[in-house]
Nanobody
Framework: QVQLQESGPGLVKPSQMLSLTCTVS??????????WSWIRQPPGKGLEWMGA???????YYSPSLKSRTSISRDASKNQFSLQLSSVTPEDTAVYYC???????????WGQGTQVTVSS
């Protein structure tokens, strides 16, 4: 059973960088078939896929967020991370990490972490 857990600050000031880490247990981020993904849900809105990192280290980003997003990993800790630069209050959301199958379905989700962008 794969488990994912997000961690990071719950409050970020406008124009700063948002950094979150997802710790994975029960499966390796470097050998499994999953795309390790970041997804967010702003208040009152639907889920938005932000990007993913594959087991070979390849990264994929939403075109609308690509200029501000970076996803990386630390294989030694079995963690992958999200950095979102130049945040605004519109980036306020619950941020999830998830394991996406090649079919496109999400098999495992973290519990989500609330991030608020406010001065």
């Amino acid at each position: 059973q794969v488990q994912l857990q997000e961690s990071g600050p719950g409050l970020v000031k406008p124009s700063q960088m948002l950094s979150l880490t997802c710790t994975v247990s029960g499966g390796s981020i470097t050998t499994s078939d999953y795309a390790w993904s970041w997804i967010r849900q702003p208040p009152g809105k639907g889920l938005e896929w932000m990007g993913a990192i594959a087991s070979d280290g390849s990264t994929y980003y939403s075109p609308s967020l690509k200029s501000r997003t970076s996803i990386s990993r630390d294989a030694s800790k079995n963690q992958f991370s999200l950095q979102l630069s130049s945040v605004t209050p519109e980036d306020t959301a619950v941020y999830y990490c998830a394991a996406r199958l090649p079919s496109g379905d999400y098999r495992y989700w973290g519990q989500g972490t609330q991030v608020t962008v406010s001065s």
